[in-house]
C-alpha cells in the first residue's frame, strides 16, 4: 500500500469541495489557481463550472498550471419519460466526452440517472426497472462513442438514498454487473468511480473490489460518513471526521490493482462550504497525509 504521509503527489481536489467559499459560489478559474498555490497535483471540475469558465479557457489554465485531471464530473442521466428525452441525453453525454477529451480527464464519471423528473419533485414514472433499463441502454449508446474517441466511462454507483432522483445503480456490484454485460472482454474503456461515501455500508464492498481489478477501477473519491447526517446531499464529512475505514478501504483498492488519486470529493453546505478555501485545501492535504 502506498505511503500518503510525507506528501500529497496522490491527492486531487473534486472541485465541489471548495466550489462555495465563506458561502459564496467561487468560479473555477479561482479554484485552480488555489489548487496550484498548495502544490496540488490533480482536480476533478464539473461541467457546469468549466461551461462558465470556458472549455478552453480551463484547458490552457490547466497546462500552464501542470495540473492533472483524476476524472471529468459528469455525464450520465440516461433516463426520460420520451424518446426524444432519452435522445437530448445521449447527445448531451456526447459532448460531455468531447469535453473530457478536451481537458485530458482519464474518464467521465456517470451518475447515471433515476425517475425523470423525480429530482424537481415530479416523477414522470414510478418503474425503477424501467429507469435501469434505460440507463444500461443509454450507457451502451455513450459507450460506443467514448470508445470510438478514448474516452472510458466510469459508472459511479450511489448510496441508495438517491435512487429515486440521481441514480438507480446503488451497489458496487450493480455497476460491475453492468460492466460485465456491455464491456465483457473488460477493455478498460468502462469501469467504476468508486465513492466511499456512497458504498462504505456494503457488505460486499471488499468482495466486489476485488471483482472490480486494475481494469474496472478508474477513480477513487474520498470523504467521510458523518453521524448525525444532517443533509442528504450535501453533508459530507472530512476524512477523519465520521465513521469510514478510510485505510482498510484504500487497501482494498490498492489490492486489486488501482494506483491513481485518491479525490476529494465534499458537498458541505453547512461546514466546509463556510470557510475559506485555503484553509479546507490545507486540511484537505493533512488529512490525505494522516487519515487516508
Ligand atoms: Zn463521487
Redesign the pocket.
Known amino acids: 500500500m502506498r505511503d500518503f504521509s510525507a506528501n500529497h503527489d496522490w491527492l486531487s481536489i ?1 472541485t465541489a469541495t471548495i466550489r462555495k467559499q465563506a458561502g459564496a459560489e467561487v468560479p473555477l478559474a479561482r479554484i485552480i489557481d488555489q489548487c496550484a498555490a498548495q502544490g496540488i497535483p490533480a482536480i476533478s471540475p464539473w461541467r457546469d463550472q468549466v461551461h462558465a469558465a470556458g472549455l478552453d479557457a480551463t484547458a490552457r489554465q490547466l497546462k500552464a498550471h501542470g495540473i492533472g485531471l483524476s476524472g471529468y ?1 459528469r455525464g450520465g442521466f440516461y433516463t426520460g419519460a420520451d424518446a426524444a428525452a432519452r435522445s437530448a441525453a445521449l447527445d448531451d453525454n456526447r459532448r460531455a466526452i468531447d469535453e473530457a477529451k478536451t481537458l485530458g480527464a482519464p474518464c467521465l ?1 456517470l451518475v447515471v440517472g433515476a425517475l425523470p423528473g423525480a429530482l424537481e419533485g415530479r416523477a414522470q414514472y414510478k418503474d425503477i426497472g424501467r429507469a435501469r433499463n434505460e440507463v444500461r441502454d443509454g450507457i451502451a449508446a455513450s459507450l460506443e462513442y467514448a470508445k470510438s474517441v478514448g474516452m472510458p466511462l466510469a459508472i ?1 454507483p450511489l448510496h441508495p438514498m438517491q435512487a429515486a432522483d440521481r441514480a438507480c445503480v446503488n451497489t458496487l456490484e450493480h455497476a460491475l454487473d453492468l460492466c460485465d454485460e456491455l464491456d465483457a472482454g473488460r477493455s478498460g474503456a468502462l469501469g467504476v ?1 468508486l ?1 466511499i ?2 458504498v462504505w455500508w456494503d457488505p460486499k464492498l471488499q468482495q466486489q473490489i476485488a471483482r472490480a481489478g486494475r481494469e474496472r477501477l478508474l477513480a477513487y ?1 474520498v470523504c467521510d460518513w458523518l453521524t448525525p447526517t444532517r443533509d442528504l446531499l450535501s453533508d459530507r464529512g472530512m476524512m477523519g471526521d465520521g465513521v469510514v475505514e478510510l485505510r482498510k478501504i484504500r487497501g482494498w483498492v490498492e489490492a486489486a490493482g488501482f494506483a491513481g488519486y485518491s ?1 476529494v ?1 465534499i458537498f458541505s453546505n453547512l461546514d466546509w462550504w463556510q470557510r475559506s478555501g485555503e484553509a479546507t485545501l490545507a486540511v484537505c492535504i493533512d488529512r490525505h497525509r494522516q487519515v487516508v
Open positions: 473534486n464530473c464519471v459511479e468511480a465513492d461515501y456512497h473519491h479525490e470529493e
